[in-house]
């Protein structure tokens, strides 16, 4: 099956700086990835990365929750922004580690497993 091309960009801020990721899913599908230290890694994506990419994407969930109650001992470690965009769509999700820990109802599992996805495929190469 030929796709759009498709692009996600996630951001990841932590505490000592922040990692970019930029993936195309096209013709020849590639990770590009840039942390703090601006070193810039960049690598072919496989088939079957590809595949693993497209179904988490067809499986997102916009995350409906609870507001939280403000609370200073509740300070975020990291938060994150996820962008993903094609011909006939763009999301973005953006969403801080307490958010996740707080929400009883897995409403940030998709975007969370996306976001886990695509950071893991910086390990790979």
């Given at each position: ?55 988490a ?50 409403a ?18």
């Amino acid at each position: 099956m030929k796709t759009y091309p498709i692009a996600i960009e996630l951001t990841v801020w932590f505490d000592l700086g922040l990692n970019q990721y930029e993936v195309t899913i096209d013709g020849v599908s590639k990770i590009s990835v840039k942390r703090t230290d601006d070193v810039l890694h960049t690598r072919e994506l496989s088939t079957a990365e590809t595949q693993l990419l497209l179904k988490a994407i067809e499986a997102l969930k916009v995350p409906v929750t609870e507001e939280m109650e403000a609370n200073p001992s509740n300070k975020a470690s990291s938060s994150y922004e996820l962008i993903v965009e094609s011909a006939h769509f763009s999301l973005e999700f953006n969403w801080e580690n307490v958010d996740v820990e707080a929400s009883d109802s897995n409403a940030f599992e998709s975007v969370v497993k996306l976001a886990s996805l695509v950071q893991s495929l910086d390990l790979d190469h």
